[in-house]
């Protein structure tokens, strides 16, 4: 492996003039610069970033977690976020926790121990150890995709318990009664918990029965797994007339099987998701769905970590919540105002 020593005696420098090249800092002379920079490249020198981190105390990257590596909205998130810190100097390491808590902890002290500029990760149920790493941490802490009432450090997305609320109301208004609501077996950490509740408050508060609830499968939720509950319907509840779904893909899954049965969506049973994702807006019939912008919220994280990392504001005028706009997008699996 080339060495910056290596660099330095085939251009006739010292060690500590080439460091201050590679640098940009000024203090060596243009001429001086290029001279060097044509030696690195012709050797193929890859700098030492540890050892540069050790002298300026910046390690240059964001520590990114998510739950789901094949989301499409955790991969526009983090494209989004990638784009907007480009020109910041900053990367992202990347970390996948498969939906675990355990996992999670793990890859938060591993992530840690290469102390990143701040950390980014999705709120759900962490740990109690995985509070405080994080709490500990002092770097800026960003938890994405739900703003809860105690955050550890910033907040950016949405109140997932609201959001199914305002979903299950608009389904109430449509006429449905009867609504059940499908999601995983294991959720009390997840988000999908919080839709969960969502759909009790609602329904509760308009007098209708909130036990139809349909749990199968573990996070995240598959076609297949919805495909099956479809096939299956009567074995759960036989009087269901709509079926709110954690998200779209096990929405896709169940209207599959209701209409190789020969029931009509949304006449017999409609069906709801959330996510807004591209199956929702190319399934037969198209399906309604909660819509948010997932780049969006990578753009916010960039711009939050940006003013805290270069002073650009003082920490104590950022707002510790930044909630991302949702919408209920009323498609044709539902029945119509």
């Known amino acids: 492996m080339v060495t910056m020593e290596d660099v330095a005696q085939a251009a006739g420098v010292s060690r500590m003039t080439v460091s201050r090249a590679l640098s940009?800092?000024?203090?060596?002379?243009?001429?001086?610069?290029?001279?060097?920079?044509?030696?690195?490249?012709?050797?193929?020198?890859?700098?030492?970033?540890?050892?540069?981190?050790?002298?300026?105390?910046?390690?240059?990257?964001?520590?990114?977690?998510?739950?789901?590596?094949?989301n499409v909205h955790y991969g526009k998130m983090v494209q989004s976020l990638t784009d907007a810190l480009e020109n910041t100097g900053l990367q992202i390491l990347l970390g996948h926790t498969d939906y675990s808590a355990q996992r999670?902890?793990?890859?938060?002290?591993?992530?840690?121990?290469?102390?990143?500029?701040?950390?980014?990760?999705?709120?759900?149920?962490?740990?109690?150890?995985?509070?405080?790493?994080?709490?500990?941490?002092?770097?800026?802490?960003?938890?994405?995709?739900?703003?809860?009432?105690?955050?550890?450090?910033?907040?950016?997305?949405?109140s997932n318990r609201d959001v199914a609320r305002s979903m299950t109301e608009e389904l109430i208004q449509l006429g449905y009664k009867n609504i059940a609501f499908l999601c995983e077996t294991n959720d009390e950490w997840?988000?999908?918990?919080?839709?969960?509740?969502?759909?009790?408050?609602?329904?509760?508060?308009?007098?209708?029965?909130?036990?139809?609830?349909?749990r199968f499968g573990q996070p995240p939720m598959s076609i297949k797994d919805g495909h099956f509950v479809g096939s299956n319907l009567k074995q759960y509840y036989d009087d269901i007339d709509c079926?709110?779904?954690?998200?779209?893909?096990?929405?896709?899954?169940?209207?599959?099987?209701?209409?190789?049965?020969?029931?009509?969506?949304?006449?017999?049973?409609?069906?709801?998701?959330?996510?807004?994702?591209?199956?929702?807006?190319?399934?037969?019939?198209?399906?309604?769905?909660?819509?948010?912008?997932?780049?969006?919220?990578?753009?916010?994280?960039?711009?939050?970590?940006?003013e805290l990392l270069n002073g650009t504001k003082s920490n104590a005028r950022l707002a510790k919540r930044y909630e991302i706009k949702v919408t209920n997008a009323m498609r044709k699996s539902t029945r119509q105002f």
């Open 24 to 70: 940009d800092n000024g203090l060596v002379t243009e001429k001086t610069r290029s001279h060097i920079l044509a030696i690195v490249e012709e050797m193929n020198y890859v700098p030492d970033q540890m050892a540069g981190s050790l002298a300026t105390k910046r390690s240059g990257f964001v520590a990114t977690l998510v739950p789901s590596i094949n």
């Open 104 to 158: 999670e902890e793990v890859l938060v002290e591993s992530l840690l121990k290469r102390r990143p500029e701040a950390i980014v990760l999705p709120f759900d149920g962490h740990t109690k150890r995985t509070i405080t790493l994080l709490k500990n941490a002092q770097i800026p802490v960003v938890q994405l995709w739900e703003t809860p009432p105690k955050p550890i450090g910033y907040t950016i997305g949405f």
């Open 190 to 214: 997840t988000r999908g918990a919080a839709r969960r509740a969502g759909f009790k408050d609602a329904m509760e508060a308009a007098g209708l029965s909130a036990h139809r609830m349909i």
């Open 243 to 306: 079926i709110f779904c954690v998200s779209d893909a096990p929405a896709f899954g169940v209207i599959s099987a209701l209409k190789e049965q020969g029931i009509d969506v949304p006449d017999d049973i409609g069906v709801a998701g959330f996510g807004d994702f591209e199956v929702s807006r190319f399934s037969n019939p198209t399906i309604t769905t909660v819509k948010f912008d997932a780049e969006e919220l990578g753009r916010v994280t960039a711009k939050l970590i940006s």
